[in-house]
């Protein structure tokens, strides 16, 4: 049983660790995605305004519009990924979930086997001799009367005996 509990936590650490992982590499795409988009709002910018001054001089040439839609496919595949990586992270939350209730259950059995182990290791620990009425006879002496009243003296007279 603790062997399984052991293991059930270096997964879970295991797991923790990936997921930290997972997240690390989510916002550096995050990052990356909007740097692109950036990129693109100010292409798209710099587009309009050469099309307000002039439609010949505004024409893009070949090279650039190969440029634009390459960055658009970039930023489309980075946008998969993302949500695939979203994806993932949603099925390990729910892993560690389950495995934290998994934990619960067990953590909960094994309070009740203690529970029911105790129980026995009472009722195996009382004995059935009878205690000897002897061994709990106490011999009392009777007190002087001339001491009875001298308050220290009488300490004295229990602490001595």
Not at 36 to 57: E, G, P, Y
Not at 68 to 93: C, G, P, R, W
Not at 115 to 144: C, F, M, R
Request: charged share 30%; hydrophobic share 40%.
């Amino acid at each position: 049983m603790e062997l399984a509990v052991e293991q059930h936590c270096e997964e879970k650490s295991k797991v923790q660790t990936k997921m930290e992982n997972v997240m690390q590499e989510n916002d550096r795409l995050l990052t990356q995605a909007l740097s692109v988009k950036i990129i693109n709002i100010v292409v798209r910018d710099n587009v309009k305004s050469k099309d307000t001054l002039s439609s010949n001089a505004s024409a893009l040439t070949f090279a650039e519009l190969f440029e634009i839609n390459e960055l658009k496919a970039k930023v489309q595949a980075k946008d998969t990924v993302i949500l695939n990586l979203k994806e993932k992270l949603n099925s390990f939350n729910g892993d560690v979930k389950d495995r934290d209730e998994k934990v619960l259950v067990i953590t909960t059995l094994k309070e009740q086997l203690d529970k029911i182990k105790g129980k026995t290791v009472i009722t195996e620990a009382v004995s059935l001799n009878s205690i000897n009425p002897k061994l709990l006879k106490v011999d009392v002496t009777p007190v002087v009367l001339k001491l009875r009243k001298n308050r220290m003296a009488h300490l004295d007279y229990i602490r001595h005996t």
